[in-house]
């Protein structure tokens, strides 16, 4: 219980937060069509119809199963969906070896990458860079409303010399999202 009677909820970290400390917030992107359990299945279904493939045909062999579990596992990265977590001040994009940060405060550029699966690059003035589908702040506004508080700072720091007016795109593309969803709910 907290001075005033009333509950304080302990971190995952077993850490009280204070009084005076602002609270944090973070947001994980949901809704992406692909999930890790997608991705398994997909590599393990491969790997089994490899698997019995050869060994119907009577070539299966120690090094041929593992050269199908070479290939699955190759399956398995390429469909590996990325986690997208956002904060004040920062987005993360995790993947399946590793976890790239930038800082949106201090954003340097932002560029499109690609015509046919097109991805959104940000890169931070210290060297952070972030490689995402611009679907993934289209279907999570929570994230887009962190990365597009960040950008507003780099501009107004400015930091921010590439790119402005792609993350204008989005942000527009977002808003008129929005007001269909708002339009079509009767709420506008």
Same mark, same amino acid.
């Given at each position: 219980?907290?001075?005033?009677? /009333?509950?304080?909820?302990?971190?995952?970290?077993?850490?009280?937060?204070?009084?005076?400390? &602002?609270?944090?917030?973070?947001? $994980?992107?949901?809704?992406?069509?692909?999930?890790?359990?997608?991705?398994?299945?997909?590599?393990?279904?491969?790997?089994? +119809? *490899?698997?019995?493939?050869?060994?119907?045909?009577?070539? *299966?062999?120690? /090094?041929?199963?593992?050269?199908?579990?070479?290939? /699955?596992?190759?399956?398995?990265?390429?469909?590996?969906?990325?986690?997208?977590?956002?904060? &004040?001040?920062?987005? +993360? $994009?995790?993947?399946?070896?590793?976890?790239?940060? $930038?800082?949106?405060?201090?954003?340097?550029?932002?560029?499109?990458?690609?015509?046919?699966?097109?991805?959104?690059?940000?890169?931070?003035?210290?060297?952070?860079?972030?490689? *995402?589908? &611009?679907?993934?702040?289209?279907?999570? &506004?929570?994230?887009?409303?962190? $990365?597009?508080?960040?950008?507003?700072?780099?501009?107004?720091?400015?930091?921010?010399?590439?790119?402005? +007016?792609?993350?204008? %795109?989005?942000?527009?593309?977002?808003?008129?999202?929005?007001?269909?969803? *708002? %339009?079509?709910?009767?709420?506008?």
């Amino acid at each position: 219980m907290g001075r005033d009677g /009333a509950r304080i909820r302990v971190a995952r970290g077993g850490r009280r937060p204070r009084a005076a400390e &602002p609270a944090r917030e973070t947001v $994980v992107a949901r809704g992406w069509p692909h999930n890790p359990r997608f991705a398994a299945g997909c590599a393990a279904a491969t790997f089994a +119809a *490899l698997l019995l493939i050869d060994g119907c045909s009577g070539g *299966l062999t120690p /090094a041929r199963a593992a050269l199908w579990a070479g290939v /699955a596992a190759v399956l398995l990265l390429v469909l590996w969906p990325v986690r997208v977590t956002a904060g &004040p001040g920062w987005l +993360a $994009v995790r993947g399946l070896l590793r976890t790239r940060r $930038v800082r949106t405060d201090a954003l340097a550029g932002a560029w499109r990458v690609g015509n046919v699966s097109a991805a959104l690059v940000l890169k931070d003035v210290y060297g952070g860079r972030v490689e *995402l589908a &611009p679907e993934i702040l289209l279907t999570n &506004p929570l994230v887009w409303h962190l $990365v597009d508080a960040g950008a507003r700072r780099s501009r107004e720091r400015g930091t921010l010399r590439t790119g402005g +007016a792609l993350l204008d %795109r989005i942000g527009r593309l977002i808003d008129a999202q929005a007001g269909m969803i *708002l %339009r079509t709910s009767g709420l506008r």
